[in-house]
């Protein structure tokens, strides 16, 4: 559920503590976050698009020659989430210490999904500077 998104990525923005109990080691968010590819903004073939990916999750910060990126172009490199199926998203910012999870009813071709991913990341980042 998006409830239980957001709980996941509240642990995660909690350095693994929950109820004043280590859960995961701060040293497994850590790894999350590092880029997996020597080149950060590599072309991901599935995607057909520059990607920046961490170990299993995407990285903010618009990869170089990106157009959109689904947790908005202000996200830095301790912003990290996961989309699924043009439909939802979930992303935490470890900086703003900040948790945006949307789910959606329908779904948009992949370029206007992308869109208005972006669209939506920036507005509730904007919101909160």
Not at 41 to 63: C, E, F, I, N, Y
Not at 64 to 89: E, K, L, N, Q
Request: aromatic share 8%.
């Amino acid at each position: 559920t998006i409830y239980d998104h957001a709980l996941f990525y509240q642990l995660l923005l909690q350095q693994g503590v929950w109820n004043n109990r280590q859960v995961l080691r701060p040293e497994v968010i850590d790894l999350l976050i590092t880029p997996s590819n020597p080149d950060p903004g590599q072309m991901d073939l599935v995607l057909q698009r520059r990607s920046r990916w961490a170990h299993g999750v995407s990285v903010g910060g618009p990869p170089p020659g990106s157009y959109v990126t689904f947790m908005g172009r202000s996200s830095g490199p301790h912003t990290f989430g996961h989309g699924g199926m043009r439909s939802h998203a979930a992303w935490g910012d470890l900086d703003r210490q900040l948790i945006c999870v949307y789910f959606t009813n329908g779904l948009l071709n992949t370029a206007t999904s992308d869109r208005r991913s972006q669209e939506m990341s920036e507005a509730v980042l904007a919101a909160c500077v």
